[in-house]
């Protein structure tokens, strides 16, 4: 039997649960990212742990999953304006709104991803138990692409003459693209095509490169990677 994704509609909160990430005037915008991602990816697991259980059925499963995404990216959406904002902006629906669009985007995909599972590709044929850890992987990378939003949230919210250049992460076997982006800057908010994270590159955003941005007379950095641990 297939299922067709049948998402539920929401009353999206700020922040989605509120307690459970820190005030920006406590914490740096990366801290903050990292306690908000890793409580969405945290929900994302949830979710898996009890479809492997039985807990719940496929449908269910990935409408959960999908709001962890939307949820997620709508967050991170906030946080790269706030970066830029001086710590000013309010969550708005401007930033529902993001989180809404790269969930639909994702929506195709994960369609074909409830397809795998139903046809067994992530179940073991000898217990017939599900591969979590094969699922989770699968499923950082969509968790892991909120960090391009942040980035994206951050360069649309330049002036026209800020600079914005790409930065390499550590020692890691660079993607054939990333390298060159390096090289190219600095950019300006109508220039770059992408950002990192965002799996516009070969790497598909699983690299550590951040954006160095010049604004309002301060050198600041976008959102680097959070790991996300099974």
Known sequence: MAYL????????EIRAIP???????KATHQQWYDRMIKFQWNS???ATGKLAKKDINYERWADEFHQSILEAHANAHWIGRDLVGSGQADFSYADVIAGRNQADIDAEYLQGFIDDL??????DPETGDLLVNQ?????????????????????????????IYWRLGGAEEHCAECPVLAEMGPFFKDDLFTTPGAG????????????????????LNTIKPVELSL
Do not use: M
Not at 19 to 25: C, D
């Open 5 to 12: 994704i049948a998402f539920r509609s929401r009353q999206f």
């Open 118 to 123: 139903i046809a067994g590709r992530y179940t």
């Open 19 to 25: 307690a459970a990430f820190p005030e920006p005037a």
């Open 44 to 46: 994302s697991k949830s």
């Open 200 to 219: 516009g590159t070969p790497c598909l955003g699983n690299c550590l490169c951040h954006l160095e941005l010049t604004h309002g007379g301060e050198t």
């Open 135 to 163: 699922i989770y992987n699968r499923q950082r990378l969509y968790i892991g692409r909120a960090r391009g939003t942040s980035a994206q949230a951050s360069v649309d919210g330049l002036k026209k003459d800020d600079e």
